[in-house]
């Protein structure tokens, strides 16, 4: 944030290396001067609104680490050693606590009625002793079948495997986790094996995964039916899974091996278990796997367990605290490796795709005033509106009341909009804004979020916001254990965009869809799925990603989220796009909005505000904003179609219409202001600026700043010559030159000292001055409809002039907070960074173009001397262009 340090130039010329990394970015992409439009007429101008100065780096981890081979560590192969001493591998085995494994029950004998004796683990091609580095092969004490199940039948074909001592916990040697609920909703699941399933297959020597889809019951029953053996007399039960491979091509796994799904959790994946490879056909055909469901038999692991000497509780193979148990031990998602060698692996903890740090800055949690929802938030999209989603609105009948933002600052809500076609329950047209009682205590750096506009999404992946548990998202570095902690925190997750098509949703999304996804819905989430618990949706937050617009990034909200089990991991999201409800959000949120109904209506999007235009009755135009153009409103529509350009609020208005037409009164001299201080070289900023000065008894004071704009001409406002008239200026170029004598002044007619409109005044001096590179007009801003976005106030700071870089505002924004009423011909401007600078009478807003000239947009308006402010009110130059030329000359 050094940057941040450098907001007072004293007396240099202050924004000409635009090249400087820190330096305040003036330009747009081409190099042109960045302005800022008078009138609000867009959504789209959030980057505008809330410009940025100043950019923001991020810092980016990384941290790299050997990793031996990870992913069968929980994996074992279940042996017999014959009398020559050989071992013949013939089923896997699944290490669930550091001394048993989990098996099928048709596994605790050879087909020679010999038990297993020894498992080996770590090791992942059984034939060769290249790889046994982390190999571990301990012997069995015992082989525990359930006691329900018979080798005759198909039926409980589960057994634990006790070993004569605990495996040596290692990365490459690691108990699985169980999946113990009922439901099953993983799209695709993963056997592993050394390929033998136990029907006389070749056996492969290396430990492969096979990618198996599962099937239901109902599916599976029909390749049994006719098959019924002697083993099946009940055919297919709830205690069976059935599995098949989609390419028909592979086994599925050894007998006794696992059925998996990798589960993440701390951007780490941690396998859980869901059945045991019990029987199936043949590699090659088309026949499933059957497989028995773990589910079912939680009660009987821990007991048998427990009956042979484990010493653990009920809760041994609850998911969050099996994962962490072994976290450290555990391979990381594939979405934070950044490059993979064979020996060594770097990461970078940014791609993680859940991240437990991030801004939530523009979060709002939606309240109600007895009890509501506990999961609704929205976006703070400027100082008193928060977007949301239409379900946040209503909670049993009853509307939200406050808001709680930044850490638990609380704002009371006033209005609540919601678009008419919404309907409770669907999810078409399910957005919402909420307007605050009074503005929200941003900080000043605080940037609201802007409203992504465009149909097309120029980003793969976008930032959802979750909320889960510390210990379950914490991104462990190196190997480090995790306590457990149940906190809770918000989480950032990468969600990529899926088309309508491709997107995967819970089938219990489809009562609230029942059209179907349309153009108004984003589907976001990740193909993985996580640890349950891990991470919770926040309903209604911003679905987001950073822009760069000129060179500067701002936090942009693509959707907002509607629904979404585990923040959209395995099936994804449903959120709302804003962009596809910009026009009702326009109708609420901007200002004289005009509801122009679809009858008379026509908007060509590709007529700027400035551009030429022809109404339908075939009268040339030119495409200004409704204020500028003369012809009323009533008049407009009884005239028949009104043509728009690119807003409703930008129309065609007629040549001979268009009010303040174009500087046609300004001075040729004002107007040949920038030639002539461009030959005049200039070189010194405030040349043009001076003190005004009043004698006082014997000591002289200066009140207030004037501007040069000729050689006999000072501008400057007429509340600071309310209070007498001055005696003379002096150049702030050169305060040792003599002072200049005042000839007389003149203060705007209409000047009202009460509403400060009209607050300009010029003072007249006895003789000329003379132009040099040091003295200098100060050249009249002339564009009516623009203003430049990074102007410069000046101010005085310990007797010198200095300047702190301010940002134009809409009259609109500005007049939300500001007690009087702000006119049309007043400006307001905030200050980037400041809240408080000692401004005050005749202070002048500036521009300094890019090719040196400076320009004069505002003067200062009364006000006490020093002024904690964000923003001042000044009287807007292009307002009094005539004027000016008319008493000036
Ligand atoms: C089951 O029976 C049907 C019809 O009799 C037959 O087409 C199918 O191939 C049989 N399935 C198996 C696995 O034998
Ligand atoms: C698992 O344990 C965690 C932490 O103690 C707890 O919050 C959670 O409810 C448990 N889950 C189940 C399914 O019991
Ligand atoms: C504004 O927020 C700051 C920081 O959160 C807090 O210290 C201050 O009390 C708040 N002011 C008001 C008026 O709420
Ligand atoms: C949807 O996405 C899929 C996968 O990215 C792509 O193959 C398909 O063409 C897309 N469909 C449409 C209609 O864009
Ligand atoms: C300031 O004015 C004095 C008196 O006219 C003159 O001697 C001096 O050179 C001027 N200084 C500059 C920097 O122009
Ligand atoms: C100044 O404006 C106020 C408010 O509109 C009005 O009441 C007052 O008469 C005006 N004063 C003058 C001198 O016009
Ligand atoms: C005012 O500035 C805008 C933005 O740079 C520009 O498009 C427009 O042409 C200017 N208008 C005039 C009258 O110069
Ligand atoms: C202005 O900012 C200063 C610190 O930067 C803070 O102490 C002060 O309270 C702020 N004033 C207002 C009105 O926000």
């Avoid at 990870?70 to 001493?85: C, D, P, S, V």
């Avoid at 039948?153 to 040697?173: E, F, M």
């Avoid at 059957?290 to 367990?305: F, K, L, N, P």
């Avoid at 202070?843 to 904690?868: E, F, K, S, T």
């Amino acid at each position: 944030m050094t940057g941040f340090l450098i907001f007072i130039f004293l007396a240099c010329w202050s924004i000409s290396e635009a090249d400087d990394y820190w330096s305040p970015k003036t330009t747009d992409q081409d190099g042109s001067p960045l302005m800022f439009p008078n009138e609000r007429t867009t959504l789209d101008d959030c980057h505008l609104r809330y410009h940025k100065l100043y950019p923001q780096a991020e810092p980016k981890p990384a941290f790299g680490m050997p990793v031996p081979l990870k992913e069968f560590a929980h994996m074992g192969a279940i042996g017999w050693t014959q009398r020559n001493g050989n071992i013949l591998w013939q089923c896997g085995g699944t290490l669930i606590w550091d001394n048993f494994v989990l098996t099928a029950a048709h596994c605790a004998v050879d087909s020679r009625n010999q038990a297993p004796d020894v498992v080996r683990f770590g090791d992942i091609d059984l034939t060769s002793a290249d790889d046994d580095q982390y190999a571990q092969q301990i012997k069995i004490v015992e082989v525990i079948r359930h006691q329900m199940h018979k080798f005759a039948a198909n039926y409980h074909d589960i057994a634990l495997v006790k070993l004569l001592k605990g495996v040596r916990l290692h990365d490459t040697v690691a108990p699985a986790c169980l999946w113990l609920d009922d439901e099953l909703r993983f799209r695709k699941l993963e056997a592993t094996g050394w390929g033998r399933t136990g029907f006389a297959q070749e056996q492969t020597p290396v430990l492969l995964k096979v990618v198996l889809k599962p099937i239901s019951k109902q599916q599976c029953s029909e390749f049994y039916s006719n098959i019924t053996t002697r083993k099946l007399r009940s055919g297919l039960q709830d205690q069976h899974l059935c599995a098949i491979d989609d390419r028909m091509d592979t086994c599925e796994g050894d007998s006794g091996g696992p059925l998996q799904i990798k589960l993440m959790h701390n951007s780490k994946v941690t396998p859980f278990i869901v059945g045991i490879t019990s029987f199936g056909s043949a590699c090659g055909t088309s026949t499933p796997g059957v497989y028995t469901r773990i589910a079912g038999y939680q009660d009987w692991i821990v007991s048998t367990m427990r009956q042979n000497g484990a010493d653990v509780d009920e809760n041994i193979f609850n998911a969050t605290i099996c994962a962490l148990r072994y976290v450290h031990f555990r391979e990381y998602e594939d979405a934070v490796i950044q490059e993979k060698t064979i020996d060594y692996t770097s990461y970078d903890s940014d791609n993680a795709r859940i991240k437990d740090y991030g801004n939530t800055d523009w979060l709002a949690e939606i309240g109600w005033q007895s009890g509501g929802p506990e999961n609704c938030f929205g976006v703070i999209i400027d100082e008193d509106t928060v977007l949301t989603i239409a379900d946040c609105t209503n909670f049993n009948g009853l509307a939200p009341t406050t808001i709680t933002y930044q850490g638990g600052n609380t704002a009371v809500i006033s209005k609540i909009y919601v678009p008419p076609e919404y309907i409770k329950g669907f999810s078409y047209n399910n957005i919402a804004v909420l307007k605050m009682q009074e503005h929200l205590n941003l900080s000043i750096s605080f940037q609201p979020s802007c409203i992504w506009h465009g149909n097309e999404i120029p980003y793969s992946i976008l930032q959802v916001i979750g909320y889960g548990r510390e210990d379950m998202n914490t991104f462990p570095y190196s190997d480090e254990r995790i306590q457990l902690n149940p906190t809770e925190k918000f989480l950032h997750i990468q969600s990529r965009i899926f088309n309508e098509s491709s997107c995967v949703l819970p089938n219990s999304y489809s009562r609230s869809l029942p059209r179907g996804m349309s153009r108004e819905h984003l589907c976001v989430g990740n193909d993985v799925f996580i640890v349950p618990e891990t991470c919770r949706l926040r309903i209604g937050a911003p679905i987001t990603e950073t822009v760069e617009i000129n060179d500067r990034s701002y936090h942009m909200t693509f959707a907002l989220s509607q629904q979404g089990r585990d923040c959209g991991f395995g099936e994804y999201m449903l959120a709302t796009r804003p962009a596809s409800h910009v026009e009702w959000l326009k109708s609420v949120l901007l200002p004289n909005y005009q509801d122009t109904g679809s009858s008379v209506s026509f908007v060509d999007p590709d007529l700027l505000q400035g551009n030429s235009c022809e109404n339908d009755a075939g009268v040339k135009g030119r495409c200004v904003t409704l204020g500028t153009c003369s012809v009323e409103w009533s008049k407009f529509l009884a005239d028949g179609p009104i043509k728009f350009c690119s807003s409703s609020k930008v129309v065609c208005c007629p040549l001979s219409k268009i009010k303040n037409q174009q500087s046609s009164r300004v001075h040729p001299e004002l107007l040949e202001c920038p030639q002539l201080v461009k030959r005049l070289a200039v070189t010194y900023s405030p040349g043009s600026m001076v003190n005004i000065g009043w004698i006082s008894g014997e000591n002289i004071e200066f009140r207030c700043h004037g501007a040069i704009i000729t050689k006999l001409i000072i501008i400057t406002s007429a509340s600071c010559l309310s209070e007498g008239l001055p005696q003379f200026v002096q150049l702030v170029a050169n305060v040792s030159q003599k002072n200049f004598e005042i000839d007389g002044i003149i203060l705007h007619r209409d000047y009202n000292s009460t509403t400060n409109s009209n607050d300009i005044a010029l003072i007249r001096l006895r003789r000329p001055l003379s132009w040099s590179a040091d003295v200098f007009p100060t050249c009249l801003w002339t564009n009516t409809s623009h203003t430049p976005l990074v102007m410069e106030l000046s101010f005085e700071d310990d007797e010198e002039i200095a300047f702190d870089y301010v940002a134009p505002m809409y009259n609109s924004d500005c007049q939300r907070t500001h007690p009087q009423a702000i006119r049309s011909s007043q400006i307001c401007a905030r200050s980037y960074m400041r809240n408080s600078t000692c401004i005050s009478l005749g202070d002048q807003l500036r521009w300094d173009a890019p090719d040196g000239i400076p320009y004069l947009v505002g003067l200062m308006v009364h006000a006490p001397n020093c002024v904690d402010w964000r923003y001042a009110v000044f009287t807007r130059i292009t307002s009094f262009l005539d004027w000016i030329s008319a008493n000036a000359f």
